[in-house]
C-alpha cells in the first residue's frame, strides 16, 4: 500500500487527506472512496489518459485509492496528481515521506494550476502541519510567496514521477516581495504608491478629507452624509489607497480571500474594497448556504474596506447584523452542518443623503419631503447601529470657488507615519480596532481631559462604546500630529466627530 499526503479545504480551513492506495486481485477496475465528490470521481479518466501518455498500462487487478479520513467530505481536482502518483509508483520503492502533493492532470498528463492549492497550502503553513510540497510550474508563482514552505514544481505527470524517483530532490523556498516596506522589530510591512484614484480629484470638502485621513490612519468606521453629488462616493473609493502598509500575513491573506471567490491574485500591498448594491440579499453579505457557511462581504473585506453607498436603503436585517462585526470585529456563521467564524477587521464606510430626496442640507434646491417622510428615512438606522460609527462627517455644500488641497500621495505620508507611532508603541491592532484593555494601555488622558470629556458625556449623551471611539479617535488624531500624549485640542476634534 502507498501513502501520499494531500488536502482538502474544509469552508475555510485545510485540512489533511491522505491518500492511500492498492493493488487486489480482483475484477480489473478502478475506484475511489472517501466522501469524493464529482469532480474528485471524474480524475479517474484524467489520471488513466495522463499514463496513457507515458505508456503505462494498468494491471489486470483492481485499483482501490481510499481518502482518509473517510467521514471528511473531499473536492478539488488537484487530488489528480496523488492519485496518479499512487498508481505509477506503486510498485516501487518510493518514500514520499512528509512532501505534499497538489495538481489537476490534463489528458497528455500536464500538470495543472486549481483555485484551490494556494488557500490550502497557505492554510497548512498557518497550521504547521506542511514543510515541502510538489505543485505544478504554474502554481509556483503564488505558493512561493509563503514562508517557511520548500517547494519542488513539475509540468508533466512524468516529472513528479522523475522527481521521487531521484535520490536527489531539489527544492526552493520563499521569495521575498519586491515593493517598499518599512521594517518595525522584525516584521516588515508593505506598501505601494500607485494611486489609482486620487483625493487631488475632491474639490474643496475640507473637512471629509480630514475625517478620511484619520478613519485611514486608525482604521475607523466613517459616515458620510450629504447632498447628492457632493464626493461622499468619491471619498470613500479614494480610501482604500491610502490606507495604512500591510503585514505579509495580511497580504497572503487578500490573496486566499481572492483564490477563494475565483479572482486573480495580485499580491499587491492594496487593500480589498468591497462595494455591494443596497438590494444585496443578507446571506451574500455576511455568508451562508444550505449546506455550509460561504463566505459574504463582510468576510471578503477583512483587512480591508466595507463601502455601503446609499446606507438607509439595506434592509433592516442586514443593518441590525452589522453590529457583531463592527463591534466584536468577527462574525459567526451558524447551520446545521457546519459553524465557522471569520475575522471582520475592515475599515467600514458608509454614506448616505439627509432625506430621501437628498435636498435637505441644500441652500439652493428645495427639499421635497414631509417631515414624517424624513423621520421614517432617519429612523431606518438605529442609534445603536450608530453608535458603532467613530466618525460622522456632514459635508459641505458645492461652489464654484472649491479648489483641490491635498494628493493622495501627502495624505499616504501622514498615514504611515501614524502607522509607525502606532507599531512601535506595540500595539497589535490599529487604533480603531483596539479592544478595551488597549484602550486603558495607550489611550490616557490627563485630569483637564478628563473633565473635558465627563461634561461631553453630560452634555452629548455619549454612551461607554462613545466613550471608547472617541479616545480611539482622539488617539489618532495625536499620532497625525505626532504628539505621544492625547491632548485637549485632540479630544475636542475627536469629539467633533460624533454624531448628535
Given at each position: 500500500?502507498?501513502?501520499?499526503?494531500?488536502?482538502?479545504?474544509?469552508?475555510?480551513?485545510?485540512?489533511?487527506?491522505?491518500?492511500?492506495?492498492?493493488?487486489?486481485?480482483a475484477?480489473?477496475?478502478?475506484?475511489?472512496?472517501?466522501?469524493?465528490?464529482?469532480?474528485?470521481?471524474?480524475?479517474?479518466?484524467?489520471?488513466?489518459?495522463?499514463?496513457?501518455?507515458?505508456?503505462?498500462?494498468?494491471?489486470?487487478?483492481?485499483?482501490?485509492?481510499?481518502?482518509?479520513?473517510?467521514?471528511?467530505?473531499?473536492?478539488?481536482?488537484?487530488?489528480?496528481?496523488?492519485?496518479?502518483?499512487?498508481?505509477?509508483?506503486?510498485?516501487?520503492s518510493?518514500?514520499?515521506?512528509?512532501?505534499?502533493?497538489?495538481?489537476?492532470?490534463?489528458?497528455?498528463g500536464?500538470?495543472?494550476?486549481?483555485?484551490?492549492?494556494?488557500?490550502?497550502?497557505?492554510?497548512?503553513?498557518?497550521?504547521?502541519?506542511?514543510?515541502?510540497?510538489l505543485?505544478?510550474?504554474?502554481?509556483?508563482?503564488?505558493?512561493?510567496?509563503?514562508?517557511s514552505?520548500?517547494?519542488?514544481?513539475?509540468e508533466?505527470?512524468?516529472?513528479?514521477?522523475?522527481?521521487?524517483?531521484?535520490?536527489?530532490?531539489?527544492?526552493?523556498?520563499?521569495?521575498e516581495?519586491?515593493?517598499?516596506?518599512?521594517?518595525?522589530?522584525?516584521?516588515k510591512?508593505?506598501?505601494?504608491?500607485?494611486?489609482?484614484?486620487?483625493?487631488?480629484?475632491?474639490?474643496?470638502?475640507?473637512?471629509?478629507?480630514?475625517?478620511?485621513?484619520?478613519?485611514?490612519?486608525?482604521?475607523?468606521?466613517?459616515?458620510?452624509?450629504?447632498s447628492?453629488?457632493?464626493?461622499?462616493?468619491?471619498?470613500?473609493?479614494?480610501?482604500?489607497y491610502?490606507?495604512?502598509?500591510?503585514?505579509?500575513?495580511?497580504?497572503?491573506?487578500?490573496?486566499?480571500?481572492?483564490?477563494?471567490?475565483?479572482k486573480?491574485?495580485?499580491?499587491?500591498?492594496?487593500?480589498?474594497?468591497?462595494?455591494?448594491?443596497?438590494?444585496?440579499?443578507?446571506?451574500?453579505?455576511?455568508g451562508?448556504?444550505?449546506?455550509?457557511?460561504?463566505?459574504?462581504?463582510?468576510?471578503?473585506?477583512?483587512?480591508?474596506?466595507?463601502?455601503?453607498?446609499?446606507?438607509?436603503?439595506?434592509?433592516?436585517?442586514?443593518?441590525?447584523?452589522?453590529?457583531?462585526?463592527?463591534?466584536?470585529n468577527?462574525?459567526?456563521?451558524?447551520?446545521?452542518?457546519?459553524?465557522?467564524?471569520?475575522t471582520?477587521?475592515?475599515?467600514?464606510?458608509?454614506a448616505?443623503?439627509?432625506?430621501?430626496?437628498?435636498?435637505l442640507?441644500?441652500?439652493?434646491k428645495?427639499?421635497?419631503?414631509?417631515?414624517?417622510?424624513?423621520?421614517?428615512?432617519?429612523?431606518?438606522?438605529?442609534?445603536?447601529?450608530?453608535?458603532?460609527?467613530?466618525?460622522?462627517?456632514?459635508?459641505?455644500?458645492?461652489?464654484?470657488?472649491?479648489?483641490?488641497?491635498?494628493?493622495?500621495?501627502?495624505?499616504?505620508?501622514?498615514?504611515?507615519?501614524?502607522?509607525?507611532?502606532?507599531?512601535?508603541?506595540?500595539?497589535?491592532?490599529?487604533?480603531?480596532?483596539?479592544?478595551?484593555?488597549?484602550?486603558e494601555k495607550?489611550?490616557?488622558?490627563?485630569?483637564?481631559?478628563?473633565?473635558?470629556?465627563?461634561?461631553?458625556?453630560l452634555?452629548?449623551?455619549?454612551?461607554?462604546?462613545?466613550?471608547?471611539?472617541?479616545?480611539?479617535?482622539?488617539?489618532?488624531?495625536?499620532?497625525?500630529?505626532?504628539?505621544?500624549?492625547?491632548k485637549?485640542?485632540?479630544?475636542?476634534?475627536?469629539?467633533?466627530?460624533?454624531?448628535?
Open positions: 500500500m502507498k501513502l501520499i499526503k494531500c488536502a482538502t479545504l474544509d469552508i475555510h480551513e485545510a485540512k489533511v487527506v491522505e491518500v492511500e492506495s492498492t493493488f487486489s486481485r475484477l480489473p477496475g478502478f475506484s475511489i472512496v472517501g466522501l469524493a465528490n464529482t469532480s474528485i470521481q471524474e480524475s479517474r479518466d484524467r489520471v488513466k489518459s495522463a499514463l496513457s501518455s507515458l505508456e503505462y498500462k494498468f494491471p489486470p487487478q483492481k485499483v482501490t485509492i481510499n481518502l482518509s479520513p473517510s467521514d471528511l467530505k473531499k473536492e478539488g481536482s488537484h487530488f489528480d496528481l496523488s492519485f496518479a502518483l499512487s498508481v505509477a509508483l506503486q510498485k516501487e518510493v518514500d514520499f515521506k512528509d512532501i505534499f502533493v497538489f495538481g489537476e492532470l490534463g489528458l497528455n500536464k500538470v495543472k494550476d486549481t483555485n484551490l492549492i494556494f488557500p490550502i497550502i497557505l492554510s497548512l503553513v498557518k497550521q504547521k502541519k506542511i514543510k515541502k510540497a505543485i505544478p510550474k504554474e502554481s509556483f508563482d503564488k505558493v512561493s510567496k509563503i514562508p514552505l520548500k517547494i519542488a514544481v513539475c508533466t505527470l512524468e516529472d513528479a514521477i522523475n522527481f521521487f524517483k531521484s535520490n536527489d530532490k531539489k527544492f526552493e523556498s520563499h521569495r516581495l519586491e515593493f517598499d516596506f518599512i521594517e518595525i522589530g522584525k516584521e510591512y508593505y506598501y505601494t504608491q500607485e494611486f489609482e484614484l486620487d483625493f487631488t480629484d475632491v474639490k474643496g470638502q475640507e473637512v471629509a478629507k480630514r475625517a478620511s485621513l484619520i478613519a485611514a490612519s486608525g482604521m475607523h468606521n466613517i459616515l458620510f452624509e450629504g447628492p453629488g457632493c464626493g461622499k462616493s468619491m471619498c470613500a473609493k479614494r480610501l482604500r491610502i490606507l495604512p502598509p500591510m503585514s505579509l500575513d495580511e497580504i497572503l491573506e487578500n490573496a486566499r480571500l481572492s483564490s477563494i471567490n475565483e486573480q491574485i495580485a499580491f499587491k500591498p492594496t487593500r480589498n474594497f468591497r462595494s455591494p448594491h443596497h438590494t444585496s440579499s443578507r446571506p451574500s453579505i455576511f451562508g448556504g444550505t449546506s455550509k457557511a460561504m463566505m459574504g462581504e463582510i468576510a471578503l473585506s477583512n483587512n480591508g474596506v466595507l463601502f455601503f453607498d446609499e446606507f438607509p436603503h439595506f434592509q433592516k436585517s442586514v443593518l441590525e447584523s452589522l453590529r457583531e462585526p463592527l463591534e466584536d468577527r462574525v459567526l456563521i451558524s447551520r446545521v452542518n457546519s459553524k465557522v467564524e471569520y471582520t477587521k475592515f475599515l467600514f464606510v458608509a448616505q443623503n439627509p432625506c430621501p430626496c437628498g435636498n442640507l441644500s441652500s439652493t428645495e427639499c421635497r419631503c414631509s417631515e414624517l417622510e424624513i423621520q421614517r428615512y432617519k429612523n431606518r438606522l438605529s442609534d445603536p447601529l450608530l453608535d458603532r460609527i467613530d466618525l460622522y462627517v456632514q459635508m459641505d455644500e458645492i461652489t464654484s470657488k472649491d479648489k483641490s488641497s491635498i494628493s493622495s500621495k501627502d495624505m499616504f505620508k501622514i498615514v504611515k507615519r501614524a502607522f509607525i507611532k502606532q507599531k512601535t508603541r506595540g500595539q497589535k491592532d490599529l487604533n480603531g480596532k483596539m479592544d478595551e484593555k488597549d484602550i495607550f489611550c490616557k488622558i490627563e485630569e483637564s481631559e478628563q473633565e473635558l470629556l465627563h461634561s461631553a458625556v452634555k452629548f449623551g455619549l454612551t461607554q462604546r462613545g466613550i471608547n471611539k472617541t479616545l480611539k479617535v482622539a488617539r489618532t488624531i495625536a499620532d497625525i500630529e505626532d504628539s505621544d500624549t492625547i485637549k485640542s485632540h479630544l475636542l476634534e475627536a469629539l467633533s466627530y460624533r454624531r448628535r
